[in-house]
């Protein structure tokens, strides 16, 4: 038995190791076939990895919280009612097969960061590789690593990510600098990767964000192109009576 154990470790099927003797045990009280008692082995050693690589990619997420659909309130407004069935197919995460992005548009109060939360964790959830930050804290982990010089380094993190979720554009203005490595992030993302982005400016004022109207157009134009726009209206959810 030691001997099997110890191979096990080394081929790292960890979980095969650690219920190695109670699977056998099993096995033998159960009139298990050897081959039906290593198949056991097996799922157990698939279920404990599956079951990490999800703790990972909630980690790996910079979520704080496991938002939930459930939690939403869809009789908050009329706008939510009746995005309701949209907002849910989005939540089965059908849009990243398809490379399609959201935006959501409202103002501050509306629902969109939990919305995106709520996409985001699901996506963790099913292993999807995953990045929740806001717009501003990306731009100054893109300025910080132009003046290391490991931008390529944090553009290819940024990049890679099969849900990228950009939170709060349109709070405070990105300036040139910042504008141009925006582009940078959703022109190499535009039709590979999904992109959910929240704002509470509509297109029209996105010059205003993006240090003038071309680079706005540019960015917009891409994400538009193959998305999913959602408008959330209303008054704050968070200062409802």
């Not at 159960?30 to 198949?39: D, E, F, P, V, Y």
Request: hydrophobic residues 40%; proline residues 1%; charged residues 25%.
């Amino acid at each position: 038995m030691d001997d099997v154990i110890e191979k096990l470790t080394a081929l790292r099927l960890k979980n095969c190791a650690l219920n190695l003797a109670d699977v056998i045990d099993q096995g033998t009280r159960n009139n298990l076939s050897a081959l039906q008692t290593i198949n056991r082995l097996l799922e157990i050693e698939l279920a404990c990895r599956e079951k990490a690589r999800v703790a990972l990619r909630f980690k790996q997420s910079k979520l704080e919280e496991k938002t939930t659909i459930d939690q939403f309130n869809f009789s908050h407004h009329e706008s939510r009612r009746k995005a309701k069935n949209r907002i849910l197919s989005l939540i089965d995460l059908g849009f990243i097969k398809d490379k399609k992005d959201i935006i959501m548009i409202g103002n501050p109060g509306t629902g969109k960061t939990f919305l995106s939360k709520c996409i985001a964790y699901a996506a963790t959830q099913a292993g999807i590789k995953t990045l929740f930050t806001t717009a501003m804290d990306m731009i100054n982990q893109l300025v910080a690593a132009q003046t290391d010089h490991t931008l390529l380094k944090k553009l290819k993190y940024y990049q890679s990510q099969d849900i990228l979720v950009c939170d709060e554009i349109g709070y405070l203005p990105l300036g040139r600098q910042g504008s141009n490595l925006f582009f940078q992030v959703i022109s190499a993302r535009h039709e590979k990767k999904s992109t959910i982005i929240t704002t509470n400016l509509p297109f029209a004022k996105w010059g205003d964000i993006f240090d003038g109207t071309t680079v706005a157009t540019a960015i917009a134009d891409r994400l538009v192109y193959n998305s999913e726009i959602l408008i959330l209206e209303g008054k704050s959810y968070r200062k409802r009576s």
